[in-house]
Structure formats: structure tokens, C-alpha cells
């Protein structure tokens, strides 16, 4: 497959790292450059990046939620909503999850919309023709999995609700009660996702997740250059060093609340969890 290179743009990109303390170059402004400057294909890669503000708001039109609409997706309010009418031309996988919910027969039996949404959404990207972004999902995809699976065993919580998908690190986490799932020569963070997990603290643990996704994305560009990889890993940095601009304590609080949200239909919810939710609410 023929490689395009951009000198020009990798060169110039301003040095960044997770702990940011400001960022010179917004990510609307990168990607507006990128969609002036990148070949059409693979600007098309760099926008799979931001369907994730697409999902958000058109979960939120189709529940009615009243939560912000996020303008770094790539549909307007008016296209979505339009969209859910008649879906026509939206990506396949969020035409499937608007004709299940008006019909009210769901994708995935036992699922939130939420998490329907979001395993369609990895099956779509399982698909893309880009190897880098392909690795970067399943890593991601993986890691969020295993962690759920710490999680459900650590309160011990019950059902296949907490994970998305059915690959070989689910049907470990499902089943396996060994420390490590038995993933140690499958997924090769495994010992460091351990040591992060033994952290009690959240956001500390959230952090250093981070950093092992920054790992991961300097170490599976090791030998590209100049090519649409290395802005791809751009464009997920800094995204992430935007999220950990943007957390304050309220940022934080939230955070909390959906961890518990997670939690809260076990029948036998933790005791800490019960006293910090307590004063959480002083």
C-alpha cells in the first residue's frame, strides 16, 4: 500500500506531553489544518477520531437527554436529527442502533443504549482499512475491559453488562480467577495494568491509564516518520492531554458518579463506596 508522507506537517508539530499545563495548538486548529492540508483518505482517518462526539450527541437527541451538544463531531445538530427520521447516511453502525431504538428491539439483550452504541461502534472500527488506528482501537478496546474486569471482581459484581464485545480478553475476564485473567503473554501491559489497578486512588489510576496509552502510541510508531500514523497519534494526544486540561474538581466528582452509576445495581454495593458517596454529596 502506498505510504503518502507529510514533511511538513509532522515537522512542525509542537512538542507535547500528558502533564501539559497549557496547550499552544487547539485540536480544533490542528484538525482544521490537517482537513486543508491531508490527502482525502486520509483525512477520513483522522475524523474516526472524533465520532466518539458524534455518538454523544446522537444518543443524547435519541433519549432526549439535555446534555451539551459536542461540536467537534463531524454531524450537525440538524444533520442528526434529520438523520434519525430517515437515516440515510450516517455511518452503518449508528443507522443500526436508531432503527433498533425506535423499533425497541435491541442490539445487544441487557444493554444500556449507551453500551449498545459503543460495542457497534468498535465493531465499525474493527473494520478500518488504517492497521495503526485498527491496533489502537482493540488496545483500547482491551484495556477498558480488563479494567471493567477488576472492577467486577473486586466488588463482585455479576453479568456480562460491564463488557463490551466478545473477543478473547472478555471471555477471559469472564470466566478466568487468576490475577492477571490469564492474559500475561496475550496482553502484554498486563503486569503494569495490575500495579496501576492496586492505586486507590481514581483519578491517579485514570492518569497513569493515560500514560500507558501514550506508551502504546509511541511505541507502535517507532518506525514511522513522516506518515498519516504519526499525526493520527497527534490528534489522540491531544486529545487526551484536552481532557486532563478541562478536569477540575467538579470534572472529578463526575467521574465518581459514573464509576458508581456502574456499580449501583449490584446487590451488595461496597461499603467505601457508600461512605465517599455520602460526603461527596456534603
Known amino acids: ?9 509532522v515537522a512542525g508539530l509542537p512538542d507535547i506531553i500528558l502533564d501539559q499545563k497549557k496547550l499552544g495548538l487547539s485540536i480544533a486548529e490542528f484538525r482544521e489544518e490537517l482537513s486543508n492540508h491531508l490527502h482525502p483518505d ?5 475524523e474516526l477520531l472524533f465520532l466518539h462526539s458524534d455518538n454523544h450527541n446522537l444518543l443524547n437527541l435519541l433519549l432526549k437527554s439535555d446534555d451539551d451538544f459536542e461540536e467537534s463531531g463531524k454531524y450537525s445538530r440538524d444533520v442528526l436529527e434529520e438523520e434519525i427520521k430517515e437515516p440515510a447516511s450516517l455511518p452503518d453502525y449508528m443507522q443500526k442502533l436508531i432503527t433498533a431504538y425506535k423499533s425497541e428491539t435491541p442490539v445487544f439483550e441487557g ?5 449498545q452504541l459503543t460495542w457497534l461502534f468498535y465493531n465499525y472500527l474493527g473494520s478500518c482499512s488504517n492497521k495503526f488506528l485498527r491496533e489502537w ?5 482491551n484495556l477498558k475491559n480488563i479494567v471493567a474486569g477488576f472492577n467486577t471482581r473486586k466488588h463482585k459484581l455479576k453479568g456480562d453488562k460491564y463488557f463490551i464485545g466478545d473477543n478473547f ?13 490469564g492474559l500475561g503473554n496475550d496482553f502484554e501491559h498486563m503486569e503494569r495494568l495490575i500495579t496501576i489497578q492496586e492505586n486507590e486512588n481514581l483519578l491517579e489510576r485514570e492518569k497513569a491509564m493515560d500514560t500507558m496509552r501514550w506508551d502504546f502510541l509511541d511505541d507502535r510508531n517507532t518506525f514511522n516518520y ?10 489522540i494526544k491531544l486529545q487526551m492531554v484536552q481532557r486532563w486540561l478541562e478536569m477540575d474538581y467538579e470534572t472529578g466528582k463526575e467521574m465518581f458518579r459514573k464509576l458508581l452509576d456502574q456499580l449501583e445495581q449490584s446487590y451488595e454495593f461496597p461499603k467505601e463506596f457508600m461512605l ?3 460526603s461527596s454529596k456534603r
Open 226 to 235: 513522516f506518515t498519516i500514523e504519526v499525526l493520527l497519534a497527534y490528534v
Open 42 to 46: 486520509d483525512y477520513k482517518l483522522v
Open 111 to 115: 444493554l444500556p443504549w449507551e453500551d
Open 137 to 141: 482501537f482493540e488496545f483500547d478496546l
Open 276 to 278: 465517599i458517596q455520602s
Open 1 to 9: 500500500m502506498f505510504e503518502r508522507n507529510y514533511y511538513y506537517l
Open 169 to 181: 480478553v472478555v471471555q477471559a475476564v469472564r470466566k478466568s480467577t487468576l490475577k492477571d485473567f
